[in-house]
T-cell receptor
């Protein structure tokens, strides 16, 4: 089955800097890769996703890139703000039947 | 729409007790799933369903049962609670019967087994 690794596990950046979180997956048949943000005590919420027929997708300060050959995808947050502080999870679908999540990255944006 | 509704929000059980975590969605979603979230381990899939009458096991199904008698409801049953089942449980659904669209999560149930 699918295996998703995520790095780093913790990330601290200064406000205004960029943050990058990387995930790798094992199943070459995976074709959908969402990213979720989870604030303390809250539910995960989708922030951006990408499908396998696209190499990059951007939504304001957030972007995701996908390299199918290398089986990795990355989340890029530019001009970070304190409200970006949260745990971020990547995920990949497993033969289209279910999702496998990475272990998460705790992002701290320091004022 | 209320989205995905989970009850209860908090629960404390003694070892060996059984209980049912409730999950309901009003978005007419075919795909529903249960995850447990433990520190440093992300979200791990317990069971999922691609439609009424259909369920399947995920990564960590032992000690849990599910059923899907209606499109709206997907309860998770703990048969005999163990301390290892102390966790936060999330129910999620998406808009088709495959894992290729965004998941909508409930607010979670925090379960403690003593």
């Amino acid at each position: 089955g699918e295996n998703v690794e995520q790095h780093p596990s913790t990330l601290s950046v200064q406000e205004g800097d960029s943050a990058v979180i990387k995930c790798t997956y094992s199943d070459s048949a995976s074709n959908y890769f969402p990213w979720y943000k989870q604030e303390l005590g809250k539910r995960p919420q989708l922030i951006i996703d990408i499908r396998s027929n696209v190499g990059e997708k951007k939504d304001q300060r957030i972007a995701v890139t996908l390299n199918k050959t290398a089986k990795h995808f990355s989340l890029h947050i530019t001009e970070t703000q304190p409200e970006d502080s949260a745990v971020y999870f990547c995920a990949a679908n497993n033969y289209g039947q279910n999702f496998v999540f990475g272990p998460g990255t705790r992002l701290s944006v320091l004022p | 729409n209320a989205g995905v509704t989970q009850t209860p929000k908090f629960q404390v059980l003694k070892t060996g007790q059984s209980m049912t975590l409730q999950c309901a969605q009003d978005m007419n979603h075919e795909y529903m799933s249960w995850y447990r979230q433990d520190p440093g381990m992300g979200l791990r899939l317990i069971h999922y369903s691609v439609g009424a009458g259909i369920t399947d096991q995920g990564e960590v199904p032992n000690g849990y049962n599910v059923s899907r008698s209606t499109t709206e409801d997907f309860p998770l049953r703990l048969l005999s609670a163990a301390p290892s089942q102390t966790s936060v449980y999330f129910c999620a659904s998406n808009g088709n019967n495959k894992a290729n669209s965004p998941l909508h999560f409930g607010n979670g149930t925090r379960l403690t087994v003593t």
